[in-house]
């Protein structure tokens, strides 16, 4: 009923539940921690949270909390499609500095499980785009961090031009990946 497969970064996961359909429309059964466990996955998620970007090519992004309100997340979309971006921060690991995308999209019921000492962003695909996540540890402003989406070092190819980008004024001005001091061990 869950399929659970590591992407390039093997501490990322891309997990997928068994949808169940009829003349009704489907039914999935999206997180069960037992059956996250069995699979290894066994962080206690305490908060959820949803974003909807009303236009394609909206970025949020790339985000991280710093420790110790650092966050392991678990993303899916509701509505619509994205292309979610991970970057990895820890410093003695041997992916440090590289990154993974995967199309996530309200169809194929896959979920992103994004470990700690990673930043994450994504990009609308679609018009009002529905994000929903849950997290391992509440959101704390003071140790809200991130690192710009559009860097050249990260050669992330996201699906839409710098120009044409719909962006917070915050996302605007996060540091570079050069710029940004150790966190993550």
Known sequence: MLEVRSLAIPDVKLVRSKRFSDTRGYFCETFRRSA?????????????????????????????????????????????????????????SPTFGRHVSVKLDSETDEQLLIPKGFAHGFCTLEPQTTVFYKVD????????????????????????????????PKDQALPRFDQLAPVFD
């Open 137 to 168: 540890e509440i959101y704390s402003p003071d140790h809200d961090a991130g690192i710009y989406w559009a860097d050249p070092e990260l050669a992330i190819e996201w699906p839409v031009r710098a120009s044409a980008a719909q962006l917070s």
């Open 36 to 92: 996250f466990a069995e699979r290894g996955i066994s962080h206690d998620f305490i908060q959820d949270n949803q974003s909807c970007s009303e236009r394609v090519g909206t970025v949020r992004g790339l985000h991280f909390q710093q420790p110790p309100f650092a966050q392991t997340k678990l993303v899916r979309v509701l509505r619509g499609a994205i292309v979610d971006v991970v970057v990895d921060l820890r410093r003695r």
